[in-house]
């Protein structure tokens, strides 16, 4: 599909093709991987809880990056693992105010340290630039804080937030960035 557009777009330059073929390729494989996602999570009747979820999950990573997969497969079996941990959790784990507040304050500590964990070769990096990802994270978080308080679902959000952090966290390694 890509090949295709590029192929009657002649007035591109290289590295737009590049851009465009990439911006392709991930759209495609991340909307394939929501719609398999959401059709398991539906047949169980947990859809709702995934959704809330993604949208939580998604909102922090666009702004705070994370861990990559190699390869599509195993993208989507890491997302369908860490949704399911994630949903299973909140049925089955009755966290305490003080478990709730502790994860979450790990949560952030681990998002300031990491945030944002974006692979070097897509943006040039300074401390400007980190310090605004970094902003941009702590907003959004309170922000999806306040829409779990306003929805009950605080246990869901605590959960999300906590995955997000460990798989920032690994990212983070994996990219050899320093405490």
């Not at 093709?17 to 719609?35: H, N, Q």
């Not at 304050?105 to 990802?133: C, Q």
Request: charged share 10%; proline share 1%; hydrophobic share 55%.
């Amino acid at each position: 599909m890509s090949k295709h557009i590029v192929s009657h777009a002649s007035i591109l330059k290289e590295d737009q093709v590049d851009t465009i073929r990439y911006a392709i390729e991930t759209l495609l494989g991340e909307l394939s991987k929501f719609v398999l996602l959401w059709s398991f999570f539906f047949s169980l009747h947990l859809d709702h809880l995934f959704l809330m979820a993604f949208m939580i999950f998604s909102c922090i990573r666009v702004v705070a990056g994370g861990f990559h997969f190699s390869t599509y497969l195993s993208c989507l079996i890491g997302s369908f693992v860490m949704y399911t941990v994630i949903i299973m959790s909140t049925q089955f784990i009755l966290l305490t105010s003080y478990s709730k507040i502790l994860l979450i304050v790990l949560s952030v500590i681990i998002l300031y340290v990491f945030a944002p964990v974006i692979p070097l070769n897509r943006y040039e990096h300074n401390k400007g630039s980190i310090l605004r990802k970094r902003l941009q994270t702590a907003v959004m978080v309170m922000i999806l804080f306040v829409f779990a308080l306003y929805t009950n679902q605080i246990q869901l959000f605590t959960l999300s937030l906590f995955v997000f952090a460990l798989q920032l966290f690994i990212g983070g390694i994996k990219h050899e960035k320093l405490l």
